[in-house]
């Protein structure tokens, strides 16, 4: 069950500070284009195993429903911090065919964070997630998490990269955009999609998509980035 995300200026604030000559016809063929980049490069199995066991750095556990008990961790290692969790579908943010108050009963004109020209972002076009807003049971500045870090989201065998987009309550987690949910494989209708459980949210500490509806530059990012972390270097 969805609640409302808190995408509130007091939320999005205390999370993030203000937070691109003829060639002879004897000669070999012309070069072809760059195929497009896959962001199936690292795969779900080498993030998955490079996790290991969770070294908590929340001082509670979070739940994934409102009427669910608090069981998600969020876990840490030197690169990134991460947790595993149910999706529901954030249609939040400037309304489109999908995502409007007819199509989504919980829907919010506003996400935490902006575009570059001061507009809320679009759910059902950009990948991103939602973290819950600051508490004492965890802090994600604090963890290098902000508006605009990057994540690998991983469901069964997909990887797609996302940004940090929107904040939730304090003591939910795992949230996802349309189009995130689109991306892995989620039906993504906000009233009946998303999954129950199988999600890792990855996000890769003091990592940062500037402006934050640049898909293409998170997605070289995030897989830049999980490179290094499946690498250990």
């Not at 902000?146 to 949230?175: F, K």
């Not at 293409?216 to 990012?221: N, P, W």
Request: contains cysteine; proline residues 8%.
């Amino acid at each position: 069950m969805r609640v409302p995300s808190l995408t509130l200026a007091v939320a999005g604030a205390a999370l993030i500070a203000p937070a691109s000559l003829p060639v002879p016809a004897a000669a070999a063929p012309p070069r072809q284009a760059p195929a497009p980049r896959d962001e199936d490069a690292v795969t779900a199995a080498d993030l998955l195993a490079r996790l290991g066991r969770c070294d908590q750095v929340s001082r509670g556990r979070f739940r994934t429903d409102a009427d669910s008990r608090a069981t998600v961790p969020v876990c840490g290692t030197r690169d990134a911090v991460y947790w595993k969790a149910d999706l529901d579908i954030d249609c939040d943010g400037q309304a489109t065919a999908r995502c409007n108050r007819r199509a989504d009963p919980l829907f919010a004109a506003m996400t935490a964070f902006q575009q570059s020209d001061g507009r809320y972002l679009k759910a059902e076009k950009l990948p991103y997630i939602v973290v819950p807003a600051p508490s004492r049971r965890w802090h994600p500045h604090a963890s290098g998490v902000r508006g605009g870090s990057v994540a690998a989201v991983v469901y069964r065998d997909r990887v797609r990269y996302a940004v940090v987009g929107d904040t939730g309550p304090r003591d939910l987690i795992g949230e996802a955009s349309y189009a995130t949910a689109r991306a892995l494989g989620i039906p993504a209708d906000p009233r009946t999609g998303g999954t129950p459980s199988g999600v890792t949210y990855i996000v890769f500490r003091d990592s940062r998509v500037s402006p934050v509806e640049d898909h293409a530059e998170a997605a070289s990012t995030g897989e830049r980035l999980a490179r290094r972390f499946v690498s250990g270097k």
